[in-house]
């Protein structure tokens, strides 16, 4: 079950266009106390809150919540572009090989989303024209759109993928072009760490959040709902609205405020639409709530966000 109450917006909203801060409000007379457990973890600061059933040694639940950690340094592994030893740092070396099965539950749920054009794990060197975490540069559009060819040139048979093969190569230089999967490897991350977290202890609830995204599961002892605020876009010391969850809910928020850098009053984002290797347009934030796993609401932030608010309202409905 999840709630939407609006601070500012006369009416509840499935499509947030704001971000999210989680927040886990102290209740009084908790018992037993939750565990809580804060550490370094796909590139930000995950926390996870847990409440253990009763009379459960909290030793049971410090080991279930170090199974979830390991849940997303494993997924970290698999997907990281920024570590060489990384299967898909790898393929992004030689330009080919089998795909990790994490890689593979990224390509198939965004292809049973139908979010295939909205949504592209090929776009890492075309990021990168734009050097948003360097001096952020506005890409030629020569460079674009020879980047955006090296991009499309990706193809998939079974496990095994390659870039090059079956597209044409009409320019000079070879353009790299590199898988790039963060736009999901946190909510797959997320969502195989609550997995772990829920089987491995007796846990009766719990939240993990990391930034963009939070996922729950069970009922906190006091009834209360979990509270997921959600972050104006241009105030991070405001919200604009506020999740109420209850049960297993996921929260992905996408943002032009998350990665960006202005050029004559122009403010360039990570989000990039495919289909120009520009970014999207006609929204400043877009948060999605689901009862799915991580990996869905992680995606579909991103492709909505792309899409824009007619065409996301549209597909929400």
């Known amino acids: 079950m999840h709630r939407i109450t ?16 989680a927040l886990t409000l102290a209740g009084c007379d908790r018992t037993p106390d939750p565990l809580m457990d804060s550490r370094e973890a796909l590139g930000t600061i995950v926390s996870v809150t847990a409440y253990p059933a009763d009379g459960t040694d909290d030793q049971l639940v410090s080991a279930g919540s170090d199974l979830a950690f390991a849940e997303m340094a494993r997924v970290e592994a698999a997907l990281d572009v920024h570590d060489p030893t990384s299967a898909v740092a790898k393929i992004n070396s030689s330009g080919e090989g089998t795909l990790p099965p994490e890689a593979l539950e990224v390509l198939d749920s965004r292809d ?31 460079a674009l759109k020879r980047t955006l060819v090296a991009a499309n040139g990706w193809r998939r048979n079974g496990a095994h993928i ?27 991350a997320l969502g ?44 991070p010391e405001a919200t604009i609205a506020t999740v109420e969850a209850s049960g297993h809910v996921s929260v ?48 579909l932030s991103t492709a909505l966000f792309v899409m824009g608010p007619e065409k996301a309202t549209s597909y929400a409905e």
């Open 6 to 21: 609006s601070t500012r917006l006369g009416t509840a909203i499935l499509l947030a266009l704001a971000a999210f801060v």
């Open 192 to 235: 195989d760490a609550l997995g772990a977290l829920e089987i491995s202890a007796p846990v009766t609830a719990a939240i993990i959040t990391a930034g963009s995204t939070t996922l729950t599961f069970g009922h906190k002892p006091n009834s209360e709902p979990w509270l997921i605020g959600i972050e104006d876009p241009r105030d």
């Open 252 to 299: 992905s928020t996408s943002g032009d405020y998350q990665r960006y850098f202005e050029r004559n009053g122009v403010r360039y984002h990570h989000i990039l639409d495919p289909r120009s290797g520009l970014p999207a347009r006609g929204l400043r934030s877009l948060t999605v709530v689901g009862n799915h796993g991580g990996l869905e609401s992680d995606i």
């Open 112 to 142: 049973e989303l139908g979010v295939t054009e909205a949504f592209s794990p090929f776009l890492l060197e075309v990021v990168r024209l734009y050097d948003f975490e360097g001096t952020g540069t506005v890409p030629p559009p020569g």
């Open 162 to 188: 390659r870039q090059g093969a079956d597209s044409q190569r009409t320019f000079e230089d070879a353009f790299p072009a590199g898988l790039d999967f963060g736009g999901a490897a946190k909510g797959l």
